[in-house]
């Protein structure tokens, strides 16, 4: 296969390029699923160096930024994929972005370079999972900043509301897609919870990396005024899109801290939509997260945070809620998770 060339994506953003990889022919040219790293008709990179206003006051790169970013590469490969073969012409939706962790801050001047490819399908949706990477341009040096999964689903271009099929890929070994499989089963019983809790459902949307980048930015004025510190994100949990932003709403995004460790803090966003232009539809949720933000010194490292203490019986219900996911997520991190019922 040839290598792939240079695209830049507009005349005046020559630090905005993408390594475009050309559609796959049959379903014979999936990917080798050998990592987001390689370049394969199903992979593709991103790039694009960090400017001022991209970041926070002590330089550091916003979470939003790097997960409007994700988002964009997710989009692009799931969209090409799933117009490989004849057929109906199709775009694909984001329906969930699994826990994204933020393993080291992006800062000003640097690159960051968004590997992703498609990992696994079923027949309706589509897993992609992303690498990012920062290069410090001076030095050549890279480092892993972000993990992250999504998934996908393919919308007709003639009527969003149908889920079309995917084409399946082709796995290099037999592992890989029972793998996928587990992985696939474990979030779709995370949607049914999170119907369940919420009472609603889980749908996909169209171009939600602008709405992802400003509940990432409401999470961090929720914490920059708890700790008046400069803070940074270290992680989101599962976000779940409940419902279309549709034509002519306004939406209301807001955000509110849930639970306090010695050094982190969890703040929960709800996007919410008004159709103010159709009297005949009421506010609906639109979607919801849980980011987790830390608190750094001038020096870069972290500090504690101050305690939130609940005082309303809601209040007290979400802490114990918070501090549950954070005790799992830890025991996660140290390999003794216990399994769930």
């Known amino acids: 296969m040839a290598r792939p060339g240079l695209i830049h994506s507009a005349p005046g953003l020559p630090d905005t390029c993408a390594l475009l990889q050309p559609p796959a022919a049959s379903a014979a040219a999936a990917p080798s699923m050998s990592g987001p790293d390689v370049e394969t008709p199903s992979a593709i990179q991103i790039c694009r160096i960090m400017r001022p206003d991209d970041a926070n006051v002590a330089g550091n790169v916003h979470g939003g930024t790097i997960l409007k970013m994700i988002e964009e590469a997710g989009a692009i490969i799931s969209t090409r994929h799933c117009n490989s073969q004849n057929g109906e012409r199709c775009v694909a939706a984001l329906a969930r972005v699994e826990r994204t962790d933020f393993l080291s801050p992006m800062c000003i001047g640097e690159v960051a370079h968004v590997s992703a490819e498609i990992t696994y399908t079923s027949k309706h949706s589509v897993e992609v999972q992303v690498n990012v990477m920062s290069e410090n341009i001076l030095t050549g040096a890279k480092k892993l900043t972000n993990k992250a999964t999504l998934w996908y689903v393919p919308l007709s271009l003639k009527n969003v509301d149908k889920v079309l099929e995917v084409p399946p890929v082709v796995y290099s070994r037999q592992e890989q897609e029972e793998e996928g499989r587990k992985r696939y089963e474990a979030q779709k019983l995370e949607r049914m919870e999170t119907k369940w809790r919420n009472g609603d459902i889980v749908q996909p949307v169209l171009n939600p990396g602008v709405t992802m980048k400003l509940m990432d930015e409401v999470a961090g004025i929720v914490a920059a005024r708890h700790c008046k510190t400069n803070i940074v994100t270290a992680s989101v949990d599962a976000i779940n899109f409940h419902d ?65 203490v609940p005082e309303t019986e809601d209040e007290k219900k979400r802490f114990e809620e918070g501090k549950g996911r954070y005790l799992q997520m830890k025991a996660k991190r140290q390999g003794h998770a216990e399994p769930q019922p």
């Open 244 to 308: 279309k932003i549709r034509k002519g709403c306004v939406i209301t995004i807001s955000g509110r801290m849930t639970f306090t460790s010695n050094k982190s803090m969890e703040i929960e966003v709800l996007v919410d939509a008004d159709p103010v232009v159709d009297s005949s539809q009421k506010r609906y949720r639109a979607a919801s997260a849980f980011f987790t933000y830390v608190s750094l010194s001038q020096e870069g490292r972290s500090l504690p945070v101050p305690q939130l």
